[in-house]
């Protein structure tokens, strides 16, 4: 276990089932452990993730085999919520972080575990395959090697594919797991048209909670706002899922 700085607060470097790990501590922790879980790309665009540490959240972060999202991590992810809270007194529920490839783990995880999840932070998610990594439609990118390699899903068969985040919207919307969404509108890395817009659409047709944020002539990067307050203001809302409680679209 190694400890060191991060962006003015203590940070530990650890061993997870032999998975590099990454819990930063706030400098006052707010009275529930709330805490992030970064889902991939830690210390990318990392601004809404410093503000929420100074407001007393802890982060944590787990290495992933891939970005391309194994259950494996998925399961692992589950296990290393279980230890934080154990160990370190967290709170049960964590708000996953995910930004491109990350929102693909994220929704995946919630999905997955919902009983770990208070809220998700989605920024440009990969929510259809076809779309990021495959290159269909208007997606203009060169991943689907990659894809293929981590995942042994070749293209023939992730035309058939039935496990795309998109196709766990009903999971999320069934346990009321609220979303926030950022995106860029000239994003063709990961296209909103095809990726968080299913989402979004699903959620406001079937009453689920989800407030999306475009950014005029933005492309895949930056993620995050130029002020984060509208996401912090959001993720604080549901600290505790209270249930009932509807914000406005």
Request: overall charge negative; hydrophobic content about 40%.
């Amino acid at each position: 276990m190694t400890e060191s700085i991060w962006n003015g607060f203590k940070r530990l470097d650890f061993l997870f089932e032999g998975r590099e790990a990454v819990l930063v501590f706030p400098e006052n922790a707010n009275e529930n452990k709330n805490w992030l879980l970064k889902t991939e790309y830690f210390g990318a665009f990392p601004e809404f993730e410093i503000e929420m540490v100074k407001k007393g959240w802890h982060l944590a972060f787990i290495k992933n085999i891939t970005r391309w999202c194994l259950d494996e991590d998925l399961d692992l992810k589950k296990r290393f919520a279980a230890y934080l809270s154990e160990e370190y007194g967290l709170y049960k529920k964590c708000v996953p972080v995910g930004m491109s490839c990350g929102g693909l783990i994220a929704s995946k995880f919630a999905a997955k575990y919902p009983e770990c999840v208070s809220a998700l932070y989605l920024d440009a998610p990969v929510m259809n395959l076809l779309s990021c990594p495959a290159g269909f439609g208007k997606a203009n990118n060169e991943m689907l090697p990659e894809f293929i390699e981590a995942t042994g899903i070749d293209f023939s068969q992730l035309i058939c594919y039935r496990e795309h985040p998109i196709d766990k919207m009903q999971l999320l919307l069934e346990n009321r797991i609220p979303v926030i969404l950022v995106y860029g509108d000239s994003d063709n890395i990961v296209p909103y048209e095809e990726n968080g817009a299913v989402l979004e659409k699903y959620y406001r047709k079937n009453g689920g909670i989800i407030v999306s944020i475009g950014k005029a002539n933005c492309a895949h990067h930056p993620h995050g706002l130029d002020d984060n307050t509208p996401i912090i203001e959001f993720v604080v809302s549901f600290l505790l899922s209270t249930p009932g409680f509807n914000l406005a679209k």
